[in-house]
């Protein structure tokens, strides 16, 4: 629904200004894809946006305006891996999303407070402005935290019942949410109580105006025939250390050489998988790249024969859908990875899938691929055709512009509901 129609349904006069506040932890915008994706969106479909986030490599400024976005970032102490460094992070996350959602209030307003978590604790900004101003609150669930800390720590108790709460209390504030997959979908409407219509599968599609394919370049395979590529965080979760063990299968348990590895990220254990990787004698046969820009990423990626998600089979990861999936098919990749639930529904038949945790049997299945020229243009072309006519980011924006149209006729409806409650009281008192 336009504003103007929306204003001529409240019986407001004039254009109505649709103005929305996406607040993002976990990664810098817009290097953060799917957030940079849905404020894309919004602002082309006539949404005042303002983004707050963390300041990170190549996204330092405080203030800057891409695209018509406006981007608010904040100061965030160095990751650490222990309990105290998570309540540092929060904490200064928590302060400035707060302090910087005062300022935008009194500037460029805002009409919807829309949270991507992690972690669960952005709803305490949603509150305060719902509550005490009537904004609009939207929960965008990139992650399930209660699963990442039975994930994590293989155990549940006092903590994991913690993050339920916060995250029942999100949900509980929410007007509506946004769930990246099925599996999303369904923890909130059972553990999040969230009425079905106002639950919005948006999944994290790669915008094909951003991904595409590149000349390839052969430097990257090292003077090997074949060349593999893994793009994503390199933290315990990715399970870097069971791609390692593949290659040392591919290496010695096959005595293969014509293979060359490239790890494109970075992350919390990225020096930990460095030293793993000498102590493996793998340091030839490995590149780690670090963060790059899209120009070597799709590079890196076109030039790939084989791409690889070696993700540890986890709660976490077999519910969640993967971005670097999704990229590997809209270039056209085979790619080999572990059973997992959302894996196998994003990928189908662009994947081969390995016994979880069965490093041999995933080496095996990259060396199927790497041998079987027919095969893996097969199965790289049954990816991308899935991503073009299902998945990129043309068929989800739609979901996401629904998502929004919803928050808006529940506040067409609170609105409509004040004036009849002001006009009943006006009547008693006359």
Not at 24 to 48: C, I, K, M
Not at 89 to 112: P, Q
Request: net charge neutral.
């Amino acid at each position: 629904m336009a504003a103007d129609a929306w204003a001529a349904q409240s019986g407001i006069n004039g254009p109505v200004r649709r103005r929305v506040l996406i607040i993002v932890e976990n990664l810098p915008v817009p290097f953060d894809r799917r957030v940079w994706s849905e404020a894309s969106t919004l602002s082309q479909h006539g949404y005042e946006v303002s983004v707050i986030c963390p300041k990170g490599p190549g996204a330092t400024a405080s203030f800057e305006i891409i695209d018509g976005i406006a981007i608010y970032r904040h100061w965030l102490p160095r990751e650490g891996r222990g309990v105290l460094s998570y309540f540092a992070e929060y904490g200064a996350a928590l302060f400035w999303e707060f302090v910087l959602s005062l300022k935008i209030l009194a500037t460029r307003g805002f009409d919807v407070v829309h949270a991507c978590n992690p972690p669960d604790l952005i709803f305490v900004v949603g509150a305060f402005h719902k509550f005490l101003f009537g904004k609009s609150f939207i929960y965008d669930q990139h992650d399930i935290n209660p699963e990442f800390f039975e994930a994590k720590f293989e155990r549940r108790g006092f903590l994991w019942r913690v993050l339920v709460l916060l995250e029942r209390m999100t949900f509980a504030l929410s007007d509506v949410s946004v769930a990246p997959n099925q599996s999303y979908h369904a923890i909130a409407i059972e553990r999040g109580r969230m009425n079905p219509d106002r639950v919005f599968v948006v999944r994290s599609g790669p915008n094909l105006s951003r991904v595409r394919t590149l000349p390839p370049d052969s430097a990257w395979k090292r003077g090997r025939k074949f060349l593999v590529a893994y793009v994503g965080v390199i933290g315990e979760p990715e399970g870097i250390d069971l791609l390692l063990e593949t290659i040392k299968h591919i290496r010695r348990g096959r005595d293969r050489d014509d293979v060359q590895f490239v790890i494109v990220g970075s992350g919390p254990v990225l020096e930990e998988v460095k030293k793993l990787a000498t102590a493996f004698e793998l340091d030839e046969l490995v590149t780690f790249t670090g963060r790059v820009d899209d120009e070597t990423l799709f590079t890196i990626l076109s030039t790939a024969d084989v791409c690889v998600n070696p993700d540890r089979p986890n709660t976490v990861n077999d519910k969640s859908t993967m971005n670097k999936i999704m990229e590997y098919m809209a270039l056209g990749r085979p790619i080999v990875q572990f059973d997992l639930t959302e894996g196998r529904v994003s990928a189908g038949e662009a994947s081969l899938y390995a016994r979880n945790t069965d490093t041999a049997e995933f080496g095996d299945k990259i060396l199927e691929l790497v041998d079987d020229p027919v095969r893996r243009d097969r199965m790289g072309a049954f990816g991308q055709k899935r991503i073009r006519d299902e998945l990129a980011w043309d068929h989800e924006a739609a979901n996401l512009l629904g998502a929004y149209e919803k928050v808006f006729s529940l506040r067409l409806s609170s609105i409509r509901q004040r004036r009849a409650d002001a006009l009943e009281l006006r009547q008693r008192d006359s």
